[in-house]
């Protein structure tokens, strides 16, 4: 069984940077067929896709955030990260990590994390 | 890029069946597959639906999608609706430059 735990600061200041981490057990994130996908969700609000990274390091970048968001995948620790920089009370959300199997969607998500952007 | 489309909300009596819709509002529905993905409060989504049809392991039969060519939509069918169905249901595909794209999101309710 897969699972998937995001990590983080919960609390950032306007104008810094984001950066959470996704730890991935149970599998391992150099397996073929899957992207691993960072989604967020703000407070009341639906859910919004961020971005995606293959194993090898292949992204794809939501094009509302692209000229802000970094994600990247380090296979020694089975983790994939985002960094989402210029953060303001807009990035207020739950961030949530899963695996993709392109093209059907995810299939393991993890559970979530608060991060708050305030002063 | 395209939009999908879902109600805001939906509401139906236990036992009952209700129907969630997903248009989509330009392009062919049926070029990528649709997701469905079950949300309650406070709990991350989980899959109830993918490859517009099929269910993953785990979850029951009553719940069903389907693609309609001629409305450029998808739905999702519960039937024998329980109480702990309700919870918030996604739709989800993807655009021709394999970027996710959500619906705003339905919120069933059971009562």
């Known amino acids: 069984q897969v699972q998937l735990q995001e990590s983080g600061p919960g609390l950032v200041k306007p104008s810094q940077t984001l950066s959470l981490s996704c730890s991935v057990s149970?599998?391992?994130?150099?397996?073929?067929?899957?992207?691993w996908t960072w989604i967020r969700q703000h407070p009341g609000k639906g859910l919004e896709w961020i971005g995606n990274?293959?194993?090898?390091?292949?992204?794809y970048y939501s094009p509302s955030l692209k000229s802000r968001i970094t994600i990247s995948v380090d296979t020694s620790k089975n983790q994939f990260s985002l960094k989402l920089s210029s953060v303001t009370a807009a990035d207020t959300a739950v961030y949530y990590c899963?695996?993709?199997?392109?093209?059907?969607?995810?299939?393991?998500w993890g559970q979530g994390t608060l991060v708050t952007v305030s002063s | 890029n395209f939009m999908l489309t879902q109600p805001h909300s939906v509401s139906e009596s236990p036992g009952k069946t209700v129907t969630i819709s997903c248009t989509r509002s330009?392009?062919?529905?049926?070029?990528?597959?649709v997701q469905w993905y079950k949300q309650r409060p406070g709990s991350a989504p989980t899959t109830v639906i993918f490859?517009?049809?099929?269910?993953p392991s785990g979850v029951p039969d009553r719940f069903s999608g389907s693609i309609d060519s001629s409305s450029n939509s998808a739905s999702l069918t519960i039937s024998g609706l329980k109480t702990e169905d309700e919870a918030d249901y996604y739709c989800?595909?993807?655009?021709?430059?394999?970027?996710?794209?959500f619906g705003g999101g339905t919120k069933l309710t059971v009562l």
């Open positions: 330009s392009g062919s529905m049926a070029s990528n597959y």
């Open positions: 149970g599998g391992s994130i150099s397996r073929e067929g899957y992207y």
């Open positions: 990274i293959h194993y090898s390091g292949s992204t």
């Open positions: 899963a695996r993709e199997e392109y093209p059907i969607g995810a299939d393991y």
């Open positions: 490859e517009d049809t099929r269910r």
């Open positions: 989800q595909s993807y655009d021709s430059s394999n970027h996710w794209v």
